[in-house]
């Protein structure tokens, strides 16, 4: 438990409206992120959106020296794509956008695939079960389990179906600061590591590749590449326990989890 922060109620308040308007950011961006758009088209409406919209900051600007408002992370992209004029969507892309919010001095973390409307039928299939390994390592999370279990749950379900599990990258606490203890790994044994408590928060952000789970960073020292070339697929979101469950504070329109 060393340096794990437990929420008090009125910290879970802001977190709850954090959560709630990045989940608005992506309905916003539902619509536009189309083939044609770049990617720096994409970082620049939501950083319009959050500041003047919402009146909210972009947490990942600035952060760690990053100059962007999120990461857009194509095809073989596994994390930490740097948005950039030149590189416009393709019909057969996937991308994955991962976007930060700050409201009151609390982050929210949540990202999500765009699909193309012609990507390949196996890039869908990556691009689902990595959604739904996320849901499964959700669905663990309550009091008394364990981090052992939630990665437990999103290494079965994502090996099960022949993909593997990116290691070098995992979810994290999150709160005043967008990473805080714990980490939260995307594989692991029942049972073991944290056990959970009602007012912790985290993030559930499993990153699942098509061939081997080993990655390269590009020489912008941000930029995270399967080193196989393969397929990567990601999602997030932003988790609280509850006095007997978990609440997904990033829960957008539509999702039932």
Excluded at 62 to 84: A, D, K, M, R, T
Excluded at 160 to 170: D, K, L, M, Q, T
Excluded at 214 to 230: A, F, L, S
């Amino acid at each position: 438990m060393a340096n794990v922060v437990i929420k008090s109620g009125a910290e879970i308040r802001f977190m709850r409206e954090s959560g709630r308007l990045l989940a608005q950011v992506f309905s916003d961006l539902d619509s536009v992120i189309v083939p044609g758009i770049s990617t720096m088209q994409i970082n620049d409406r939501v950083e319009d959106y959050i500041v003047n919209t919402l009146n909210a900051r972009p947490a990942s600007k600035g952060q760690y020296g990053y100059g962007f408002v999120l990461n857009s992370s194509p095809n073989e992209v596994v994390c930490h794509g740097v948005p950039s004029e030149t590189r416009k969507l393709l019909p057969k892309d996937i991308i994955n956008i991962d976007i930060t919010l700050e409201k009151n001095g609390f982050i929210a973390d949540s990202s999500k695939m765009y699909v193309m409307q012609k990507a390949s039928l196996q890039a869908i299939r990556l691009v689902n079960t990595a959604y739904d390994a996320m849901v499964k390592g959700i669905q663990t999370v309550k009091p008394k389990a364990t981090l052992g279990d939630v990665g437990h749950a999103v290494q079965t379900h994502a090996e099960s179906a022949g993909y593997s599990v990116v290691r070098e990258y995992c979810g994290h606490g999150i709160g005043r600061e967008m990473h805080e203890a714990p980490q939260v790994l995307h594989y692991g044994r029942k049972g073991s590591g944290l056990e959970l408590k009602a007012g912790m928060t985290f993030t559930i952000e499993p990153m699942i590749n098509q061939g081997s789970f080993k990655t390269k960073t590009k020489k912008d020292g941000w930029t995270v590449v399967t080193k196989d070339k393969k397929l990567s697929a990601q999602w997030e979101h932003t988790i609280l326990v509850t006095e007997t469950s978990y609440e997904v504070l990033t829960l957008r329109d539509g999702e039932l989890i």
